[in-house]
């Protein structure tokens, strides 16, 4: 498989990147790490006419500690972050969530920007050119309907939608961290919550405005304990059929005070449970909390079927991994 043709630009700081992308930002993608990018590109999937690399500019990968938490920078690579000696001992979940991420390779060449970044999968989409061509393109392809969820005809004209999901490991675990992020675009910088970059949308999964760049990630102290827990078919190289990221603050006596629950593998983007977050304030956990907030969380969430696991599996599957990590939590 060949790429297809493409302008290469290679700025040497983030004014020349956002530059570059600001000119023709709907034609433009960003490489970091490239290992989710390249291969769409070989699919024919994404045909950008301009890839902006940003591997060139320095001081883009750091991680450092201090009285408001940790700074990482979007280029820090998913194998740094995972062995890094400050997130084992004060976020050993995210450093789970890293080294749960595909396989060695990618781990070594992917950065937590490019994770964080990545975009929707469905068995439709993320398929070759030659397996696509049986069809009519699909609406996140460029088409006219959702191959997973087709509009149903009625009055008016029915606006379709993309159902892809979004299949990160990274943002659930930071999201439950409460992360926030940096953002620098030609209109300037801003920062706000990590929960906020995803539009919930499959075809366009992030928020970020015309031209803006992932800057710096910031993870403020971690309070209570946390877990990342993944389901897939395969120990590596794989994405989750559904992932679920956990942290719970108890108070006296094993009250929950408070519960964040993230799952990856079933919207359009991460989804925070939060039903099911409101059943476990307040509780302690016991074999019967566990299983009816476990019962909630499988009714909560909504997932389709873009791949090749049912959305009934999925529902169960997430309700056993929350049960799971709440009795991890329990012993």
Known sequence: MRLP??????????????QALSMDPKGSVLLAGGTDLLV????????????????????????????????????????????????????????????????????VM????????????????NQSIVWRSARPLCYKAGGKVCYVVPARPGKGRVQ???????????????????????????????????????????KKPLSLKNGEILKEIRVPPSAGKTLYLKWRLRGAIEFPIVSLALRIDQGEKGII?????VLSGVGSGPVEALETEKMLRGATLTEESIENVSTQVSKEISPVRTSIASPAYKRKMAGVLLAEALNGMRA
């Open 110 to 125: 992917g950065t937590l920007a490019g994770n964080l970044c990545q975009g929707n999968r469905c068995r439709y989409y």
């Open 5 to 18: 043709k493409f302008v290469y630009v290679e700025p040497k700081t983030l004014r020349e990147a956002i």
């Open 160 to 202: 379709p939608k993309c159902y892809s999901t979004y299949c990160g490991d990274m943002a659930p675990m930071l999201i439950a961290l409460d992360s926030q992020i940096r953002v620098i675009g030609p209109q300037g910088e801003r920062t706000l919550p990590l929960k906020r970059l995803y539009a919930q949308d499959g």
């Open 257 to 261: 005070r408070k519960a964040k629950i």
């Open 40 to 107: 769409n590109m070989k699919h024919h999937v994404i045909q950008p006419k301009q890839v902006i690399n940003l591997k060139a500019i320095s001081k883009l990968a750091y991680i450092t500690d201090g009285k408001e938490g940790v700074k990482i920078g979007p280029l820090t690579t998913l194998h740094d972050l995972a062995l890094s000696p400050v997130i084992r001992e004060k976020y050993p979940s995210l450093s789970q969530a890293a080294e749960d991420v595909g396989a060695y390779a990618h781990q």
